[in-house]
């Protein structure tokens, strides 16, 4: 082969060579402005969406798992414990702007129908008490809080996202599932028509 064939033959693989380098670099300067565009969103994280809140629940019929956990005040429960009772069970965060958001309606929609049947447990994910415990008195949370140190709960039900809420029926019975913030008006019109059953 002589010198000027061998001249010939490289140039193509330097022009792929360059193409790819090229398209190496475009990947790369989106990855950056999507990371930026996620940092910029994280910034702005604790500005939730006002108005009414549009997140209907799943209607589901699922046997509630078994969970045993220690609650803010260092005593062992269970959600066994509140068979008989329609029970919802809320997962949250003190980091997490949709949990903060919630936690005024699940306050109330407690405090209004705790004498009829009702019990609400709100379980924090994965955060020590010391941090647990100012949010729950800045809030002015009167319904039973668990500490799950390990995310034993969310493996249980079943769910990543926070916050998520179930609610169960006196036998047992899961029977709504919110992935997402509720609201009072959701909570009145899909769990009381469960407390008079």
């Not at 300067?29 to 629940?57: C, F, H, M, S, T």
Request: glycine content about 8%; charged content about 25%.
């Amino acid at each position: 082969m002589t010198a000027r064939r061998r001249v010939r033959s490289r140039r193509p693989r330097q022009a792929w060579a360059g193409v790819i380098a090229g398209l190496g670099l475009i990947l790369l300067a989106a990855a950056i402005a999507l990371y930026a565009r996620r940092l910029d969103r994280r910034g702005k994280a604790d500005e939730v969406p006002a108005g009414p809140v549009q997140n209907p629940p799943a209607v589901v019929d699922l046997p509630a798992p078994e969970l045993e956990l220690t609650t803010l005040d260092g005593q062992t429960a269970s959600l066994a414990d509140y068979r008989g009772q329609v029970l919802i069970v809320n997962l949250w965060a003190t980091w997490c702007p949709p949990c903060k958001a919630e936690m005024p309606d699940l306050r109330a929609y407690y405090e209004d129908h705790k004498d009829e049947g009702l019990t609400l447990v709100a379980i924090n994910i994965q955060e020590p008490a010391d941090r647990v415990r100012p949010f729950v008195e800045a809030y002015g949370l009167t319904f039973p809080v668990w500490l799950d140190p390990e995310g034993q709960s969310t493996m249980a039900f079943r769910t990543q996202g926070l916050p998520s809420t179930f609610v169960i029926d006196p036998e047992g019975r899961i029977r709504l599932i919110w992935y997402g913030r509720t609201s009072r008006e959701l909570l009145e019109q899909y769990v009381t028509p469960l407390l008079g059953q």
